[in-house]
């Protein structure tokens, strides 16, 4: 199975800065792509960014120029910097990681459990 541990949640002042990170363990042959979605209370998960195999980033408009997702040279942990942060970023906040777990697996979505950011004075 694959396991994606996400820690750096938590409660910030506006303008405040935090740091997500993600570590996908398990049984893995290669990882596609990581990333960050989030959800505010309601039915939508947006993508906040993501980050591929040949490290190429994409953001949404609404964090760009805020945030920042990078990878370690393994590409199993991602990290999102997000700096200058608004209410309207306060969310839960999901990691992603497309996985296959053998050469002739076909790459599945794993999520992780979420974490709570929350942007208020």
């Known amino acids: 199975q694959v396991q994606l541990v996400e820690s750096g949640g938590g409660l910030v002042q506006p303008g405040g800065s935090l740091t997500l990170s993600c570590t996908a363990r398990?049984?893995?042959?290669?990882?596609?792509?990581m990333g960050w979605y989030r959800q505010a209370p309601g039915p939508q998960r947006e993508l906040v960014a993501t980050?591929?195999?040949?490290?190429?980033?994409n953001y949404a408009d609404s964090v760009k120029g805020r945030f920042t997702i990078s990878t370690n040279n393994t590409k199993n942990t991602v990290w999102l910097q997000m700096n200058g942060l608004k209410p309207e970023d306060t969310a839960v906040y999901y990691c992603?990681?497309?996985?296959?777990?053998?050469?002739?697996?076909?790459?599945?979505?794993?999520w992780g459990q979420g974490t709570q950011v929350t942007v208020a004075s």
């Open positions: 992603n990681a497309r996985v296959a777990k053998g050469i002739s697996s076909v790459p599945y979505d794993y």
């Open positions: 398990g049984i893995i042959w290669r990882i596609y792509a």
């Open positions: 980050i591929d195999g040949g490290d190429k980033t």
